[in-house]
């Protein structure tokens, strides 16, 4: 009997913490990988052409990569390469693809919960300020020793900011927003994580000093699977993943997010959520 796509997701992430953190390289790991992405690209055919042909995407963009990190480990457990310190640059090469492939793999979990997410599920007490200050704490030092200077400003009385929804993808909005404002910033740019009340709303909103994105796409950025000109060109440009699921998360919280930018001067993404009254 063929597996869920979402269990084999799953399994292929927990295999991949491995062998990114332990760095595994045995026959059963290698084995249970190679299964997984024959499985993948099986059961993600799908039977609907449109939605098939989106699933059939991402089966190759995560067996390209699982392929990859079987053969590097296959080729140190069976000895292929002789000495010692090229067998740990090989594991370390398997442990990096690893590691990119785990945020294509978090991505395509987030958008199964969402899927199954019903809006009456959606019932923490989450305070917007506290989320910004835990992504600012999480990423100013990462940030800072690639060159890129990461300021976060808020109100002065410090206003809780209540939302209702559901904290974990309230957090995954304003990371992957700063995320991407890092990834198209330049040495010596900046990111502007700023968050403050309006009327009955709460506005997020992440401003960079980087490429800006070209008139042409700016249109199509939050599309699903939408990769423009300048995410092709990067190597860390992803998927087109990103924005589609901070979309789908920040309208699943009754909120919009809208995009400002122009090319060679940065980009403005700027979320507003209603505020939860009653909430404190």
């Not at 860390?236 to 997010?257: A, C, F, P, R, Y």
Request: proline share 4%; hydrophobic share 40%; glycine share 10%.
């Amino acid at each position: 009997m063929k597996r869920e796509p979402r269990e084999l997701v799953k399994r292929a992430k927990d295999l991949l913490h491995h062998v990114g953190e332990e760095c595994i390289c045995n026959t059963g790991t290698m084995g249970e990988l190679t299964s997984i992405a024959d499985e993948l690209e099986d059961v993600l055919s799908g039977d609907e052409p449109a939605a098939g042909e989106v699933l059939r995407i991402l089966g190759h963009e995560l067996k390209s990569p699982l392929a990859a990190i079987v053969s590097l480990l296959h080729a140190v457990e069976i000895g292929y390469v002789k000495n010692p310190e090229n067998s740990m640059q090989m594991v370390a090469r398997a442990r990096k693809r690893a590691e990119e492939l785990l945020p294509l793999v978090n991505d395509i979990m987030v958008l199964g919960d969402l899927t199954g997410t019903d809006v009456s599920q959606l019932d923490e007490k989450v305070s917007m300020l506290a989320v910004c200050r835990s992504v600012h704490e999480l990423m100013e030092l990462m940030f800072q020793e690639k060159g890129i200077c990461f300021e976060f400003s808020f109100p002065e009385n410090e206003p809780f900011f209540p939302v209702r929804g559901r904290e974990s993808f309230l957090r995954r909005v304003v990371q992957n927003l700063c995320v991407n404002a890092f990834k198209y910033n330049r040495i010596g740019g900046c990111i502007y994580l700023r968050v403050f009340g309006e009327s009955s709303s709460v506005i997020v909103e992440v401003k960079d000093t980087g490429m800006g994105i070209p008139a042409e796409d700016l249109p199509h950025v939050f599309a699903f699977l939408y990769r423009g000109g300048q995410a092709k060109r990067n190597p860390d440009g992803g998927l087109g993943l990103g924005l589609s699921m901070v979309k789908q998360i920040v309208e699943v919280h009754g909120g919009t997010i809208t995009a400002e930018s122009e090319e060679g001067k940065g980009t403005i993404m700027t979320v507003r959520l209603p505020l939860c009254t009653g909430c404190g």
